[in-house]
């Protein structure tokens, strides 16, 4: 098949190296002065927004079982009552007090990634069923020019997860804890496999 002309194909020589830390967290990387705080930083919630606080802890981990120390993750879902802080929802008002988008560079010791937010509601798929509660993952590091997408469900959301019309779609059933967050109080931890036995399912969009 001719590759079209208007998008090719990343080289493999080709690696976001640092350039996504100073550029996307500048303040994380030591380079003070362009934001006062990197964007997507903190909390991604106040104490006015709705909903059930949590906190989502993950790694990004290669191929070998080592988790990256220069991954960044972005994250961004719907607020308590499945509606988007977005000029494009048209459902409804999300909760302004609720920000929707998160950004977070990876601990350069232990490669962690950690998001204080809430639990999402419900979202309808394209055909009105309700999708299972949510959040939807952007991670970035050495060597992945290209984003890769991926979500992350809930693993005290069982019966709303069976009737998830995307997981729904998963052909490989065994693959479907890949994007399971497992809960534990008011914490889901979620590390995302990039390659091996447990690779993290991601999505082309």
């Known amino acids: 098949m001719v590759q079209s ?11 976001a190296g640092p350039y996504v830390h100073i550029g996307c967290t500048p303040n994380f990387t030591g ?15 106040t104490e006015q927004t709705r909903g059930e606080r949590i906190t989502i802890r993950g790694r990004v ?18 607020d308590a009552d ?3 802080n977005s000029p494009s929802e048209t459902r409804g008002k999300a909760d302004p007090h609720f920000f929707g988008w ?9 490669g962690e990634f950690v998001f204080e937010t809430i639990k999402p509601g419900r979202v309808p798929f394209r055909d009105g069923r309700l999708m299972a ?14 984003g890769l997408h991926t979500r992350m469900y809930f693993s ?3 019966e709303a997860n069976a009737e998830d019309p995307v997981l729904g779609r998963i052909e490989h059933r065994v693959r479907v804890a890949t994007l399971i967050g ?3 109080g008011d914490t889901v931890t979620f590390d995302i496999h990039l390659q091996g036995e447990n690779e993290t399912i991601f999505f082309d969009i």
Request: net charge negative; with cysteine.
């Open 5 to 15: 002309l208007q998008y090719l194909k990343e080289s493999a020589s080709q690696t």
């Open 31 to 45: 380079i003070e002065g362009v934001y006062e705080t990197d964007l997507g930083a903190g909390p991604m919630a």
């Open 61 to 78: 981990i290669d191929g070998t079982g080592t988790p990256l120390k220069d991954a960044m993750v972005e994250i961004w879902q719907a």
């Open 82 to 84: 499945g509606l988007y």
């Open 102 to 110: 998160g950004r977070c560079p990876a601990d350069m010791t232990t």
């Open 133 to 146: 509660p949510h959040v939807t993952l952007w991670i970035v590091a050495r060597g992945i020019n290209i």
């Open 156 to 158: 005290d959301e069982e």
């Open 182 to 184: 497992k809960r534990e």
